[in-house]
């Protein structure tokens, strides 16, 4: 019984912990970078490097449309060859997007707009090309170029801000420090151009791929699920801004992002390297859950703590409100991320693009209730919406265990 550690670390991927504690080390370098924010900028340079940033990060998301789950699903292809398309086609769709962009930044009022059109395209490009870079280097490169494409990043974004506040330049430092460490991580796709593909594939461990392992979307479809889910996040922050006011919106989107670091830590940890790596020896998935599953709830019942405890500041008491719809709809986001990868491993993926699409769809419309004419209330609505997200995750997790993998 006392070598049951050793035992469970034997089962994990040898690529997990160290994207696991590089993924840690991001976070924590994003939770000092918004210290910074709060503490060395003004609200004027905040609100312009948020809004800029959240503009690059749709355009950026809506032009790559999921291609590298793509990159990691799709092993039989020629990684350099693929990676290259994907890179390709992924900037065109941002040129198509580019006025689309450019009214974002009208609406926002932010001027001279071209200038920060100019910013938003170019931080959209190299965070674009950083996500490739990391899905190429979970294929072909080691743990540790892994973890060091993902923790640099935003360790030169923060150093150059915190630069940038001592010398009390005036300028868009955060803009350029964002711009700087995507940049730094983007230079590891550099490999898809120079270096020469492989002839052929074959397993380090000698052990045959999963033939059904593929994705298999159309753009259209990828494209269609990366728009929705969009969408679907972006409603929330707009329907609790306007139908429940900032004081509410705050505290829901404040624990949407400290618990979403669950999932998001799973999903790269875990869902991608089981993607990348399929001849590894895995541990059970259903630990994987479980293990994330109580992690979110701890997290959850540690935040009801420090409000009951008086350490979170007044203003901040609204949180003890808002902790347990969030803790299980993070909940159903760990499940999510631990298995989504079998649609992939067992050839159907499109079947279940179509179901989460559907899925979402649903919870759109439990998200606009208030402008339906059907007042629910902050907390009935909350607990609604969080209770249907996390029973169609669990259904969807469900029907993927169950299903056969798809005829070769």
């Not at 899905?135 to 030169?156: E, M």
């Not at 991580?185 to 594939?201: E, I, N």
């Amino acid at each position: 019984m006392a070598h049951w550690p050793h035992r469970l670390l034997a089962k994990i991927p040898s690529s997990s912990a160290p994207l696991a504690l590089a993924n840690i080390g991001a976070f924590g370098i994003q939770g000092l970078f918004a210290v910074l924010l709060l503490g060395l900028f003004s609200p004027e340079q905040v609100a312009v490097y948020f809004v800029i940033s959240q503009i690059a990060f749709f355009w950026n998301a809506l032009a790559l449309a999921q291609s590298t789950t793509t990159l990691l699903a799709n092993r039989h292809t020629d990684l350099h060859q693929a990676t290259r398309q994907a890179f390709g086609k992924s900037v065109l769709r941002m040129v198509l997007m580019l006025p689309g962009a450019g009214l974002a930044i009208w609406l926002s009022k932010i001027q001279p707009s071209l200038t920060y059109l100019a910013w938003a395209l170019a931080i959209a490009l190299s965070q674009m090309s950083w996500y490739l870079a990391q899905a190429y280097l979970l294929r072909t490169g080691t743990a540790r170029q892994s973890a060091l494409a993902r923790v640099l990043p935003p360790f030169i974004a923060a150093v150059l801000a915190s630069i940038g506040a001592w010398l009390q330049w005036q300028g868009p430092i955060l803009l350029m420090a964002a711009l700087t460490g995507f940049t730094a991580g983007a230079l590891w796709l550099k490999g898809a151009f120079t270096l020469r593909s492989p002839s052929t594939h074959t397993s380090p461990s000698g052990i045959d791929r999963p033939s059904t392992q593929k994705d298999d979307r159309s753009t259209l479809l990828r494209l269609s699920q990366t728009l929705i889910d969009g969408l679907f996040f972006t409603g929330l922050a707009i329907v609790w801004q306007n139908a429940y006011g900032p004081e509410h919106a705050g505290w829901l989107l404040t624990l949407m992002r400290l618990m979403g670091f669950i999932p998001s830590l799973v999903h790269t940890a875990w869902q991608q390297v089981v993607l990348a790596n399929p001849e590894q020896k895995q541990m059970r998935g259903l630990w994987v859950a479980m293990a994330s599953s109580g992690i979110v709830v701890c997290l959850g019942l540690l935040i009801d703590g420090l409000v009951h405890w008086h350490i979170l500041p007044t203003r901040w008491h609204g949180l003890t409100d808002y902790w347990l719809p969030m803790v299980i709809w993070h909940v159903g986001g760990c499940w999510a991320a631990t298995f989504g990868h079998l649609s992939f491993a067992k050839g159907l993926a499109v079947k279940f693009a179509k179901l989460g699409i559907t899925t979402q769809l649903i919870g759109i419309g439990i998200l606009i209730t208030p402008w339906l004419s059907l007042p629910l209330g902050p907390m009935v609505h909350i607990h609604l919406l969080a209770t249907a997200n996390t029973v169609m995750t669990l259904i969807l997790c469900a029907l993927m265990l169950k299903a056969q993998p798809a005829a070769g």
